[in-house]
Protein backbone atom coordinates (compact mmCIF):
# COMPACT_ATOMS: atom_id res chain seq x y z
CA UNK A 1 0.00 0.00 0.00
CA UNK A 2 1.14 3.67 -0.81
CA UNK A 3 -0.19 6.20 1.40
CA UNK A 4 0.24 10.34 -0.10
CA UNK A 5 0.06 12.83 2.25
CA UNK A 6 -0.55 16.61 0.81
CA UNK A 7 0.63 19.92 2.09
CA UNK A 8 1.02 23.83 1.57
CA UNK A 9 -2.24 24.92 0.18
CA UNK A 10 -4.10 28.29 2.04
CA UNK A 11 -5.07 31.31 0.95
CA UNK A 12 -3.95 33.93 -1.33
CA UNK A 13 -4.62 37.15 -3.35
CA UNK A 14 -4.69 36.70 -6.56
CA UNK A 15 -1.72 37.24 -8.53
CA UNK A 16 -0.06 35.53 -5.28
CA UNK A 17 2.14 31.95 -5.25
CA UNK A 18 1.57 28.57 -3.26
CA UNK A 19 3.73 25.52 -3.23
CA UNK A 20 1.94 22.24 -2.38
CA UNK A 21 3.89 18.87 -1.44
CA UNK A 22 2.74 15.40 -1.71
CA UNK A 23 4.79 12.99 0.13
CA UNK A 24 4.48 9.12 -0.83
CA UNK A 25 5.20 6.38 1.95
CA UNK A 26 4.78 2.79 2.21
CA UNK A 27 5.45 1.06 -0.68
CA UNK A 28 6.53 4.11 -3.26
CA UNK A 29 8.68 2.80 -6.49
CA UNK A 30 10.49 4.84 -8.86
CA UNK A 31 8.03 3.80 -11.56
CA UNK A 32 5.60 6.17 -9.71
CA UNK A 33 3.53 8.52 -12.27
CA UNK A 34 2.31 11.38 -9.71
CA UNK A 35 -0.26 14.26 -10.66
CA UNK A 36 -2.43 16.68 -9.05
CA UNK A 37 -5.75 17.08 -9.64
CA UNK A 38 -8.62 19.58 -8.17
CA UNK A 39 -11.92 19.49 -7.60
CA UNK A 40 -14.54 22.04 -6.69
CA UNK A 41 -18.32 21.66 -5.54
CA UNK A 42 -20.88 20.43 -8.31
CA UNK A 43 -18.05 19.62 -10.81
CA UNK A 44 -15.84 16.61 -11.74
CA UNK A 45 -12.30 16.36 -10.62
CA UNK A 46 -9.96 17.88 -12.74
CA UNK A 47 -6.44 17.37 -13.98
CA UNK A 48 -4.23 20.04 -13.50
CA UNK A 49 -0.55 18.00 -14.45
CA UNK A 50 1.43 15.20 -13.90
CA UNK A 51 4.82 13.91 -13.84
CA UNK A 52 6.78 10.68 -14.40
CA UNK A 53 9.05 10.23 -11.45
CA UNK A 54 10.96 7.63 -13.37
CA UNK A 55 12.29 10.34 -16.24
CA UNK A 56 10.99 13.65 -14.93
CA UNK A 57 8.60 13.91 -18.01
CA UNK A 58 6.39 16.90 -17.17
CA UNK A 59 2.02 16.75 -18.82
CA UNK A 60 0.15 20.18 -17.79
CA UNK A 61 -3.76 21.58 -17.98
CA UNK A 62 -3.62 24.19 -20.81
CA UNK A 63 -5.46 26.18 -18.00
CA UNK A 64 -2.23 26.04 -16.16
CA UNK A 65 0.41 26.15 -18.35
CA UNK A 66 2.92 28.61 -17.73
CA UNK A 67 1.78 29.45 -14.44
CA UNK A 68 2.20 25.93 -12.66
CA UNK A 69 5.01 23.47 -12.26
CA UNK A 70 5.23 19.97 -11.23
CA UNK A 71 8.49 18.90 -9.86
CA UNK A 72 9.64 15.37 -8.07
CA UNK A 73 12.25 14.30 -5.92
CA UNK A 74 12.61 10.63 -6.48
CA UNK A 75 14.65 9.42 -4.11
CA UNK A 76 12.38 11.45 -1.37
CA UNK A 77 9.30 10.04 -2.68
CA UNK A 78 7.78 13.37 -2.53
CA UNK A 79 6.38 15.66 -5.46
CA UNK A 80 5.43 19.15 -5.70
CA UNK A 81 3.22 21.75 -7.50
CA UNK A 82 4.21 25.46 -7.51
CA UNK A 83 1.39 27.47 -8.69
CA UNK A 84 2.27 31.21 -9.70
CA UNK A 85 -0.16 34.01 -11.03
CA UNK A 86 -2.81 32.42 -8.99
CA UNK A 87 -6.47 33.28 -10.16
CA UNK A 88 -9.68 33.08 -8.36
CA UNK A 89 -10.62 30.08 -10.60
CA UNK A 90 -8.08 28.32 -8.89
CA UNK A 91 -9.51 28.20 -5.94
CA UNK A 92 -10.44 24.25 -5.34
CA UNK A 93 -9.22 21.39 -2.92
CA UNK A 94 -6.03 19.49 -4.62
CA UNK A 95 -5.49 16.45 -4.48
CA UNK A 96 -2.38 14.52 -5.37
CA UNK A 97 -2.60 10.86 -7.18
CA UNK A 98 0.43 8.62 -7.36
CA UNK A 99 0.01 5.38 -10.03
CA UNK A 100 3.09 2.67 -11.50
CA UNK A 101 4.00 3.03 -14.99
CA UNK A 102 0.76 4.59 -16.90
CA UNK A 103 0.18 4.75 -20.14
CA UNK A 104 0.67 8.72 -21.57
CA UNK A 105 -3.25 8.55 -22.86
CA UNK A 106 -4.20 7.95 -19.07
CA UNK A 107 -2.29 10.44 -17.67
CA UNK A 108 -4.94 12.84 -17.59
CA UNK A 109 -7.81 10.63 -15.77
CA UNK A 110 -8.35 10.39 -12.64
CA UNK A 111 -9.43 6.94 -13.03
CA UNK A 112 -6.17 5.92 -13.98
CA UNK A 113 -4.74 6.89 -10.67
CA UNK A 114 -4.24 3.92 -7.44
CA UNK A 115 -3.44 5.82 -4.46
CA UNK A 116 -4.80 9.52 -3.44
CA UNK A 117 -3.57 11.89 -1.10
CA UNK A 118 -6.42 13.77 1.51
CA UNK A 119 -6.46 17.15 -0.41
CA UNK A 120 -5.46 20.24 0.23
CA UNK A 121 -7.59 23.21 0.18
CA UNK A 122 -6.66 26.49 -2.06
CA UNK A 123 -8.34 29.86 -1.80
CA UNK A 124 -7.23 32.46 -4.16
CA UNK A 125 -9.45 35.76 -3.62
CA UNK A 126 -9.79 38.49 -5.86
Known amino acids: QVQLAESGGGSVQTGGSLRLSCTGSGRTSSRFDMAWFREVPGKEREFVAAIRLSGYHTYYADSVKGRFTISGDNGKSTGYLQMNSLKPEDTAVYYC???????????????????WGQGTAVTVSS
Open 97 to 115: AAGETLITSTLRRASAYRY
